[in-house]
C-alpha cells in the first residue's frame, strides 16, 4: 500500500507532541500546590499510562509501516500488547474514578470531605494501574507469534492474542475487550453523568437571581470541572471505538484474512486515532483551564529558559561542567513528592 512513510512520520508526530504534552503535564500537577486537588491527580495517573503507552506501543505500531514482519520476537509479542491493555485500562478506569469524584464533589458534597486525602488517591491511583496489570496478564499469556494464512499459497506470521484457526477465542477475546475497556466503564460515567447534570440544574435553580456570589461561583466552578473530565471522556469515547470495531470485524470474519485496500485505511485511521488520544489529553487541558495553561506555559518557559542557557556555556566551562552534569540533570528531572496535608480545591483545573 503506497504512503507508508507519510503513516510512520504522523505516527511519529504524535510521539514526540504527546510526550511533550504529557510528560510537561506531569512536571506541572505534580510540582504546582496550587493545582494539585483531587481531578488533577487522577490526570496525572492518566497521563502516565499515555506516556507507557507512547514510549512503548506506538513505535511498535510504526515500525509495521517499515516491515511486513514482526520485529520484536516473542518476548516483545508478549510484552507489547501487555503494556497497551495496562494502559488502555487506566485510561478508562482513571476516566471512571474522575467522574466518580465529580459525582461525589457535585451530588455529595459532604461525603468528599473524608476522601480527599493524598494517601486516600494515591492509593485509589494504584489500585487503578494493579486492576489494569491484572486483567492484562491473558494478553501476555496468550499473545505469540502465529502464522495467518492469505491465500493459499502465501503467508505471514504476526503478533496476535489467539491462532488463526478456530473462531471461539477470537470472538471471546474482542467481545470481553469491548465490554470490559469500553462499554461497561462508558455506561458507569454516563450514569455518573447523568446525576451530575440533575443535581447541577437543580442547584442552578434553586440560586436566587442576586443570592450569594460565593455560592454561584462555587456551581460555575463545579460545572468547568465537570465539563473537563466530560470532554476527556468524550476524546477516550471517540478515539478507542474504530479500534474496538475493527477488532470486532476480524474476530468475526476469520475465514479470510481482508487484504483489501478499504481494511486497511480504516485499521490505520484507528490505530491513528488511538494513539492520538495518548496525545490529546494534555492540550484540550490546556484550552479548557485557564489556570492550568498558566502553569504549563511557565514549566514551558523554564524547559527553554534552562536548554537556552547551558547551550550559551563557553566552551572552556565544558570540562567543568561535566563534573557536575550527573548532579544537575537529577535535580532538574526530579518531581516534587506529593505529600503533606490536602486542602481540596474546587477552583482549579
Known amino acids: 500500500y503506497s504512503h507508508p512513510s507519510f503513516i510512520f512520520s504522523l505516527d511519529v508526530s504524535i510521539i514526540v507532541l ?55 520476537g516473542r518476548v516483545g509479542c508478549k510484552i507489547i500488547p501487555f503494556i497497551q491493555l495496562t494502559s488502555v485500562g487506566v485510561s478508562v478506569f482513571t476516566l471512571t474514578a474522575l467522574s466518580a ?30 486492576f489494569s496489570l491484572i486483567l492484562a496478564i491473558p494478553e501476555a499469556v496468550y499473545s505469540d507469534l502465529h502464522t495467518f494464512n492469505v491465500t493459499f499459497n502465501e503467508s505471514f506470521v504476526t503478533c496476535a492474542p489467539y491462532p488463526h484457526t478456530g473462531k471461539l477465542h477470537p470472538q471471546i477475546h474482542s467481545m470481553a475487550s469491548f465490554l470490559i475497556f469500553y462499554v461497561i466503564p462508558l455506561l458507569v460515567i454516563s450514569m455518573y453523568y447523568t446525576f451530575i447534570a440533575r443535581s447541577l440544574f437543580k442547584s442552578a435553580s434553586d440560586l436566587p437571581m442576586e443570592g450569594n456570589v460565593h455560592a454561584r461561583r462555587q456551581v460555575e466552578s463545579r460545572k468547568r470541572l465537570a465539563k473537563t473530565v466530560l470532554v476527556f ?10 479500534s474496538h470495531i475493527i477488532y470486532l470485524y476480524r474476530s468475526y470474519h476469520y475465514s479470510q484474512v481482508d487484504i483489501s485496500l478499504g481494511h486497511f485505511i480504516c485499521s490505520v485511521i484507528a490505530r491513528i486515532l488511538a494513539f492520538t488520544n495518548s496525545c490529546i489529553n494534555p492540550f484540550a487541558l490546556y484550552l479548557l483551564s485557564k489556570s492550568f495553561k498558566k502553569q504549563f506555559n511557565q514549566q514551558l518557559l523554564c524547559c527553554c529558559h534552562f536548554m537556552l542557557k547551558h547551550s550559551q556555556q563557553s566552551p572552556t566551562h565544558y570540562n567543568t561542567r561535566m563534573t557536575s552534569i550527573h548532579s544537575t540533570h537529577h535535580s532538574v528531572a526530579s518531581l516534587t513528592m506529593i505529600n503533606g496535608r490536602q486542602l481540596y480545591q474546587e477552583d482549579y483545573v
Do not use: H
Not at 103 to 119: E, N
Open 101 to 130: 469524584d465529580r459525582y461525589r464533589a457535585i451530588v455529595k458534597p459532604l461525603d468528599l470531605q473524608t476522601a480527599t486525602t493524598t494517601t486516600s488517591i494515591v492509593l485509589r491511583a494504584a489500585f487503578i494501574w494493579v
Open 233 to 242: 471522556v468524550g476524546l477516550f469515547a471517540v478515539c478507542w471505538l474504530p
Open 18 to 72: 504527546g510526550l511533550i504534552g504529557n510528560i510537561t503535564l506531569i512536571r506541572t500537577l505534580c510540582s504546582t500546590k496550587s493545582i494539585r486537588n483531587v481531578p488533577n491527580l487522577f490526570m496525572s495517573s492518566l497521563a502516565l499510562g499515555d506516556v507507557l503507552l507512547l514510549v512503548t506501543c506506538a513505535p511498535v505500531d510504526a515500525s509495521r509501516f517499515l516491515s511486513d514482519e514482526w520485529l520484536f
